[in-house]
């Protein structure tokens, strides 16, 4: 058990302060997730006008440079960041646990031949 | 038949049909890059595998007229451009190379010391931090994606990511990848040892417990669920490489495991390096941005080392048995040459601490950070 604890409370301490942060100073995160939802719906439009919107929301992303566009690009970073530990965390724990019930059984198998012998 | 008529023939075929009269300055520039990598890969065997062909594939298109990267007269693609648009276009390549890579890889490091799964994904801390970096300079959100990745020191994963999000940086990207995994033993001591105290760099850690053949074979089917579940967009990847695993780690396949770390592997190496090279013409390549990823990439990577070490401090802080903070550096992938550099780093230090396989550890983990922070980009801008 003293194993896992440190650093699941290190993953949750991480996580917390990241996503603490995130709300704090990009408030536009939300908008920014909304936008995901948009990108979703887009593969039933034809692909030529696809491109093109894409192009011009690519030009006017950069030409914008506002506050909208930053809170959007460091939002992404944030919440992917967090998501690689997130997962690669979940990796961890379920590695841990399965680790965990293999050393069991490689116990209970020699006391089981040291009891026969 | 007059002289003068000879003289216009002459001149017709040697316009139309050779290459001496559409020489530019830019195409000489290319040979130079292109027998630069040569020269890295021959003489100083930096990745020689693949930039030898990479440095072919650079020199060969940057010849005037040469039916190689284009459509023929009648609309047919050319060798090289089938090799692309087949290989890495159609996203073939990279993933057969993970097929291999996975097929080669002992998890057994990594399973019997699970916290080393979160180095790994300290180690992508800069592959954000270059996303935001380069997004300064004019670069749009899939291009900073695409150069971003470079810090994962992953080549097949930087090829993968770029072929979606920006093709037209492929060569560029891949080249500054694989230039800089070539130099992660230049790049990565100096880091470390400049965030680490020598007491820190002394630091011996626990012998790894034993893992089962169960437990090994378990594991490939265990991550690619999880992956799948959490990240699917990168399946293709992490799919091919857990299924290459579970090939070595099952036992039962060991013909379709051979093949595929051995001769599989190095026939896709082939025309993934000479993909790549062809990617880069000279009107593509000496626009200012790919210097810009040439420079990124260097940030990125000693970010990424950064962030690796500085996961493992920080841990450090709540762990009661201490992890050596140089086996950090390995969080970046580029297996296993960065586990040698922490081995390396950490015996100039004490000759009888072996931290080999303990960085290995990290190591993969970095391998699989990389591809979820690809997946990540790709299930946002992809």
């Known amino acids: 058990m003293t194993a896992i604890k440190p650093s699941g409370i290190f993953l949750l301490a991480l996580f917390c302060s990241c996503a603490l942060l995130g709300s704090a100073f990009f408030p536009g995160s939300a908008s920014a997730l909304g936008e995901v939802g948009v990108y979703s719906v887009k593969s039933e439009i034809p692909s030529e006008v696809q491109e093109a919107a894409e192009t011009l929301q690519a030009k006017a992303e950069l030409q914008r440079g506002d506050e909208g566009f930053w809170s959007y690009a460091l939002s992404t970073l944030i919440i992917r960041f967090v998501g690689i530990f997130i997962v690669l965390g979940i990796i961890q724990v379920v590695m841990w646990i399965s680790g965990r019930f293999f050393q069991s059984l490689e116990k209970r198998k020699k006391t089981a031949e040291a009891q026969k012998a | ?382």
Request: proline share 6%; aromatic share 10%; net charge positive.
């Open chain 2, 1 to 382: 038949m007059t002289w003068e008529s000879f003289l216009e023939v002459l001149n017709q075929i040697l316009i139309t049909q050779t290459g001496i009269f559409h020489l530019t300055p830019k195409l000489f520039v290319m040979w130079a890059v292109g027998l630069l990598f040569i020269y890295l890969a021959v003489a100083k065997k930096y990745e020689p595998l693949l930039l030898l062909p990479i440095g072919f594939g650079i020199l060969a298109v940057n010849f005037p007229l040469v039916p190689l990267m284009g459509f023929n007269d009648d609309g047919n693609r050319q060798l090289f451009q089938i090799f692309y648009h087949y290989g890495v276009e159609w996203e073939v390549i990279p993933c057969v190379i993970f097929l291999g890579l996975g097929a080669m890889t002992d998890f057994g490091p990594l399973i019997s010391n699970p916290k080393t799964m979160v180095v790994g994904a300290g180690a992508q801390l800069g592959v954000f931090v270059t996303f935001i970096g380069v997004l300064f300079f004019g670069f749009t959100l899939k291009e900073a994606a695409s150069v971003g990745i470079i810090g994962g020191a992953d080549g097949p994963t930087t090829i993968y990511l770029t072929a979606k999000l920006a093709p037209h940086l492929l060569g560029a990207n891949a080249l500054a990848a694989y230039s800089y995994m070539a130099m992660v033993p230049l790049i990565q001591p100096p880091i470390v040892r400049l965030m680490t105290t020598k007491k820190q760099r002394l630091i011996r850690m626990k012998q790894l417990r034993p893992v089962s053949k169960l437990e090994k074979t378990i594991f490939p089917l265990s991550v690619f669920t999880i992956i799948a579940l959490l990240i699917p967009a990168v399946t293709p990847l992490m799919g091919m490489f857990m299924l290459g695993n579970f090939m070595r780690e099952s036992g039962v396949v060991e013909r379709l495991s051979n093949t595929a770390q051995g001769a599989l592997m190095n026939i896709v190496t082939i025309f993934l390096g000479i993909s790549v090279g062809a990617t880069m013409h000279a009107d593509k390549f000496l626009t200012p941005k790919p210097l810009l990823i040439f420079g990124f990439g260097l940030l990125d990577f000693a970010i990424c080392t950064m962030g690796g070490v500085l996961t493992v401090h920080i841990m450090n802080l709540f762990l009661k048995d201490k992890m050596n903070p140089i086996i950090g550096a390995a969080g970046v992938s580029a297996v296993p040459m960065a586990a040698r550099v922490a081995q390396i780093t950490g015996q100039q230090e004490d000759r009888h601490n072996f931290l080999l396989m303990h960085a290995i550890g990290p190591n993969l983990a970095g391998v699989i950070g990389s591809a979820a922070a690809a997946g990540m980009f790709i299930a946002m801008f992809g």
